[in-house]
């Protein structure tokens, strides 16, 4: 999807973190301190892990052991003032991360007076969060218990070799799923993955197809977002291509997907986020209709 080049963004939604410095010292799993497995209470995009190292081996999709905690390494910079317009969001990155947070925020916002809004944090590396001490390796995540959303947008280019096209709206649904898991927290259902966690009905999958069927909700209404005061639209109208990059996201990070390429057969016992098909079919439920109200995957009798 692409920002109106004159779009102004409101980097005030986001904040930098990570990296060695502020990752490796004083934090709960810091190089030479206490070290050792650090669970973590997380919600991911998806159930695998992004390399060796990383996750934990007790099966548990949310226990993570940080089993290497760099004390080195770049860091996010802080800064975002290169970040300013729609055309800043369209050119880099972490501008379009930020452009993104500002329309499913604003979003939200409107369609639910409870609405709260909650910062993401973009990093690299390592960083330490009210979870605990996570790593890119994990991939995008929310944390329930600070309320934010994590994101390296490093991942984006993982996202590729998954199989996700690249296109600007697969990586804009990355945060709108995170975004989703945000809204479950505060209406509460959230917890409902923790209690049921693993299987292919499990409360798990369909807290997370849920998430992804209000990014397709937001999709469907993010061309009419705007920030603040301002009286014209962030985003450009979608386009059919567009709504295919997102899929090929829903497609890359789904467990089947996942678990063909990681161990080389399919166990849906262990499924923690639904397969590709049933992904990409509630991400495709919340843009067709445009309505939360049908995103009740615990209704559904057939998730798909
Ligand atoms: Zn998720």
């Given at each position: ?8 963004l ?19 799993a ?55 317009t ?27 007076s ?23 390796q ?37 945060v ?68 295919q ?60």
């Open positions: 999807m692409t920002f109106k080049e004159n779009a102004r409101d980097t005030g939604q986001v904040r930098g973190g990570g990296g060695g410095r502020r990752g490796g010292g004083g934090g709960l810091a190089g030479g301190g206490i070290g050792g497995i650090i669970v973590l209470v997380l919600y991911l995009l998806f159930g695998g892990s992004l390399g060796g190292g990383g996750t934990g081996s007790s099966g548990s999709p949310w226990n993570f052991g940080a089993s290497e905690v760099s004390t080195s390494g770049e860091g996010v910079s802080e800064d975002f003032s290169h970040c300013q729609g055309a800043d969001a369209n050119e880099h990155q972490d501008c379009r991360v930020i452009g993104t947070v500002n329309s499913v925020q604003a979003f939200w916002t409107s369609a639910w409870q609405y709260q809004p909650a910062q993401t944090v973009i990093f690299s590396g390592t960083v330490q969060t009210g979870c605990g001490t996570a790593n890119s994990v991939g995008p995540f929310y944390c329930p218990l600070d309320s934010q959303v994590y994101i390296d947008v490093s991942f984006f280019d993982q996202l590729e070799q998954m199989g996700g096209d690249g296109g600007s709206l697969s990586q804009m649904y990355v709108a799923h995170e975004y989703g898991h945000h809204v479950q927290n505060l209406n509460g259902v959230l917890g409902r993955a923790q209690q049921d966690p693993q299987g292919p009905e499990s409360g798990a999958v369909r807290v997370e197809l849920q998430a992804d069927c209000y990014a397709g909700v937001w999709v469907a209404h993010a061309d009419g977002t705007r920030l603040g005061q301002e009286d014209t639209a962030i985003l450009e109208p979608i386009t059919q291509d567009q709504i990059s997102a899929l090929s996201a829903a497609e890359a990070v789904g467990d089947d997907r996942i678990q063909e390429q990681m161990q080389g057969r399919v166990t849906p016992e262990n499924w923690t986020h639904g397969s590709s098909e049933q992904r990409q079919k509630w991400f495709l439920t919340g843009y067709e209709t445009g309505d939360p109200n049908q995103c009740n995957t615990f209704a559904a009798e057939d998730l798909g």
